[in-house]
């Protein structure tokens, strides 16, 4: 397949959604113990608004030019040497190692793909590629018990989303929190039992007590969050919406009886959580929710969107390759 060029979507500077410009690459080839995967959608994250911007956290920073993208779905096209053969033609999803996912083709370390369960959607397998392994981590480090209170912020999120429908099934009592009336009709869709709008003043006391926090927000959100959980609660960080972590100091909570929870993962037990949510969903019992789609030259739209704080679930680019 070498020779052509494929579109792919390039950062050269750092700056604005803008700086993200369409234009071409050469057309990859597959290497020892690599797969080329045909891109037809591709995974977004808040973070990579992040780092198209020059402002990601420590220590990520990408190397100019670079094309972005760490999440594809696609079809197997190639397969380079050490590569089991049968793997072409299969609808796989996988991480690209941090960068090259904004194409029409890429090529990703065989051994990380996920074959796509049948019965369920590309799309929605991509979109669970990343967020349904954060979720089900985030989840079992906690272990939410039947009857306790369940607290989600950004819950109308990629991984909110997933966290409010796992929780339930875990049959806690789940509150989700989000910004904005709109946002939060999301999750009380997905079974959430109470829906409040941390945007609003006093918020965390119309919560009340509660034992777990799922934390997607950050800074202060996730502080007052902090106050509401009980003796014995515990608290769970998977996302910083705010631009800044909670920083709660481990020594108050010690005083209050809250742990801290901070999930240790091996690549082992990463694959598993991927592999687990890719099985729910299969069995319909897990839906991502995808709010926003985009072409692959609206990747600065995508961004934009992002950025200004109005998408729900994930956000996706959508990619055809022109025949």
Same mark, same amino acid.
């Given at each position: 397949? @070498? /020779? ?6 390039w950062l050269k500077e750092f700056g604005g959604p ?12 597959? @290497?020892?113990?690599?797969? $080329? ?16 911007? /020059?402002? /990601? ?6 190397? $100019? ?6 999440? !594809? ?11 089991? %053969? ?6 796989? !999803?996988?991480?690209?190692? =941090? ?10 370390? #065989? ?10 959607? $590309?799309?929605? #397998?991509? +979109?669970?590629?990343?967020? =349904?392994?954060? #979720?089900?981590?985030? *989840? ?10 369940? *607290? ?17 099934? +875990? =049959?806690? !009592?789940?509150? %989700? ?12 869709? $997905?079974? +959430? ?10 918020? %965390? ?10 934390? =997607?927000? /950050? ?9 509401? *959980? ?22 108050? #909570? ?27 969903? +299969? ?11 985009f072409p692959l030259d609206g990747a600065a739209d995508?961004?934009? %969107? ?9 956000? *996706? ?7």
């Open positions: 397949m @070498g /020779g052509i060029f494929v579109r792919a979507v803008g700086v993200l410009a369409v234009g071409e690459a050469p057309d990859p080839v597959p @290497g020892d113990g690599q797969a $080329l995967v045909a891109v037809e959608f591709v995974n977004i994250t808040f973070v990579e608004t992040q780092l198209r911007s /020059g402002t /990601g956290p420590a220590p990520v920073r990408w190397e $100019l030019p670079v094309i972005p993208g760490n999440g !594809v779905g696609g079809v197997v096209a190639a397969v380079g040497p050490g590569v089991d %053969a049968r793997l072409v033609g299969r609808r796989v !999803v996988s991480s690209t190692g =941090g960068t090259g996912g904004y194409a029409e083709l890429a090529a990703v370390d #065989a051994s990380g793909l996920f074959e796509v369960p049948d019965g369920l959607a $590309l799309d929605d #397998a991509v +979109a669970l590629l990343a967020d =349904g392994r954060t #979720a089900t981590m985030m *989840l079992r480090a906690v272990k939410p018990r039947p009857g306790e209170r369940v *607290l989600v912020e950004a819950a109308a999120g990629g991984v909110g989303t997933l966290l409010v429908q796992l929780a339930k099934a +875990a =049959g806690a !009592v789940v509150v %989700a929190a989000a910004g904005g009336e709109r946002k939060l009709k999301v999750p009380v869709g $997905l079974g +959430a039992d109470e829906a409040v709008d941390y945007r609003e003043p006093g918020w %965390a006391g119309a919560v009340g007590g509660v034992d777990v926090v799922f934390d =997607g927000v /950050g800074g202060e959100v996730a502080r007052e969050a902090f106050t509401l *959980l009980r003796p014995g609660g515990r608290m769970v960080s998977f996302g910083l919406a705010s631009g800044e972590w909670a920083a709660v100091p481990e020594a108050e #909570a010690a005083e209050r009886g809250v742990t801290l929870v901070r999930p240790q993962a091996t690549p082992e037990t990463l694959r598993e959580f991927t592999q687990s949510a890719l099985a729910e969903a +299969a069995a319909g019992r897990l839906r991502p929710v995808i709010g926003q789609r995508a961004h934009r %969107a992002i950025e200004s704080r109005a998408t729900v679930g994930k956000t *996706l680019l959508e990619v055809r390759r022109p025949s």
